[in-house]
């Protein structure tokens, strides 16, 4: 088995303030809101722990039988400026990658310009895979863009 090691960063100027960014990610009901699945799904396990140390998980079934489970932990957070988490990637219990996530909220005026960097170890579907994550996460980072701003969430595509 070959790995393929990526990084990719999305980067979006909110017009919002780093405390009204950083609570999107603090809370399970806040992170609910913009961190979902783009069609329906069966939440067989969520967990929410923000803090240093803390875990999160987010396992579902989709429509066509696969389970997918997200399991992070929490490494460096800084109120409004940062967070740091690792979290492995599972698609019917066979893990897909491992990556390190950071989340970089910097003002600019009474906005934020968001930095969301993955530097990531994929064990299957080499840049592909890669191109697929990179997809996925630009389209929960346009969710939370439309929800901070008051906008409709694009529909995944």
């Known amino acids: 088995m070959s790995i393929t090691n990526a990084t990719f960063v999305i980067e979006r100027v909110l017009n919002a303030?780093?405390?009204?960014?950083?609570?999107a990610y603090a809370s399970l009901e806040a992170k609910s809101a913009w961190f979902?699945?783009?069609?329906?799904?069966?939440?067989?396990d969520r967990d929410f722990d923000f803090r240093v140390g803390g875990k999160e998980r987010f396992r579902a079934r989709w429509p066509s039988g696969m389970t997918s489970d997200f399991q992070a932990t929490y490494h460096d957070i800084v109120e409004n400026e940062r967070i740091i988490l690792v979290y492995?990637?599972?698609?019917?219990?066979?893990?897909?990658?491992?990556?390190?996530q950071t989340l970089e909220l910097r003002p600019e005026g009474g906005r934020t310009r968001l930095i969301h960097t993955e530097q990531g170890s994929y064990f299957s579907g080499g840049m592909e895979a890669v191109k697929g994550r990179e997809h996925g996460t630009a389209w929960h980072v346009d969710n939370l863009v439309a929800l901070l701003e008051g906008k409709d969430a694009r529909a995944f595509t």
Not at 88 to 100: G, M
Request: net charge negative.
């Open 17 to 23: 303030s780093p405390a009204r960014v950083f609570a």
């Open 36 to 44: 979902k699945a783009p069609s329906d799904i069966v939440t067989l």
């Open 88 to 100: 492995d990637l599972f698609h019917n219990d066979e893990k897909l990658s491992v990556s390190l």
